[in-house]
């Protein structure tokens, strides 16, 4: 069984940085390609950010590029996303995901039904 829990959200004013972190179980955490999603209240979860195995490649959505970005290190079953300049619209909870299978294109990654566990969320919250 894989578990995936995120950490590090909290409160934060307009402008500020945070960093979130997901810990993954299970010895195979460095096989999978991972992502962030976000869902706000009342709307639908979307994608935020993807990361490859081994940390060499990553891709954001475009409503954060240029502020986020996704690390991981494989050694401590552990993935980042660092949020930097952050606004009241980023307010969220914020979830990690584990990829089924590899894709190659921004939209498949982009996709929910391409991930098979879930964390449980942590979260953001942006006051102005």
């Known amino acids: 069984q894989v578990h995936l829990v995120e950490s590090g959200g909290r409160l934060v004013q307009t402008g500020g940085s945070l960093r979130l972190s997901c810990e993954g179980s299970?010895?195979?955490?460095?096989?999978?390609?991972m992502a962030w999603f976000r869902q706000a209240q009342g709307k639908e979860r979307e994608f935020v950010a993807y990361i490859n195995r081994i940390g060499g490649w990553s891709y954001v959505a475009d409503s954060v590029q240029g502020r986020f970005a996704s690390s991981r290190d494989n050694t401590k079953d552990l993935v980042y996303l660092q949020m930097n300049s952050l606004k009241t619209e980023d307010t969220a909870n914020y979830y990690c995901a584990r990829e089924k299978s590899p894709v190659n294109t921004a939209q498949a990654m982009a996709e929910m039904k391409q991930y098979d566990y879930w964390g449980q969320g942590t979260q953001v919250t942006v006051s102005s």
């Open positions: 299970g010895r195979t955490f460095g096989s999978y390609p």
